[in-house]
């Protein structure tokens, strides 16, 4: 198959795949907005620039604002690889079955994982979910390894 068919939301790979990026996408810009939100409602801010009311008290951390934070790094960290691994990936025209299972372990287990984050869920949750997205990764990855020689 050519690159111009893989990239095609005729082949149900790459449909699936585009789907699932989307998802995260969006997840992730729902996370930045939460960020913003918690920011305001709890008057923290990155810079001193950013604060209006002078007579209030600025700080610069919150406990709930850096755990927005750190779910919205961590996606950084793991959804940004998925997306470059994936469409590698698919530029292999993988099994249908296998690659789309894929996909999907992944972008459920980050959905899980940020809902788990955010409300703090005990362990081993977070850590499960976490796996649930990197286990599939590192098979991705290997695939991509495997088939670039």
């Not at 913003?36 to 209030?56: G, M, Q, W, Y």
């Not at 469409?87 to 249908?96: E, G, H, M, N, R």
Request: glycine share 2%.
């Amino acid at each position: 198959m050519e690159v111009v068919e893989l990239l095609s939301l005729d082949n149900d790979v790459f449909a699936c795949f585009a789907f699932w990026m989307a998802m995260l996408v969006l997840k992730m810009i729902v996370v930045a907005l939460l960020t913003s939100i918690k920011r305001l409602a709890t008057k923290t801010f990155v810079n001193p620039e950013d604060f209006v009311d002078k007579r209030i008290k600025l700080k610069f951390d919150d406990p709930e604002v850096e755990r927005l934070r750190r779910v919205h790094r961590n996606d950084l960290e793991n959804i940004l690889p998925f997306f470059v691994v994936g469409i590698l990936y698919v530029l292999f025209d993988p099994s249908p079955v296998v690659a789309i299972n894929m996909f999907r372990a992944v972008a459920i287990s980050r959905l899980a994982h940020t809902y788990i984050y955010i409300y703090a869920k005990p362990q081993p949750a977070r850590f499960i979910a976490y796996l649930g997205a990197v286990v599939p990764m590192i098979y991705i990855s290997l695939m991509v390894i495997y088939c670039s020689f």
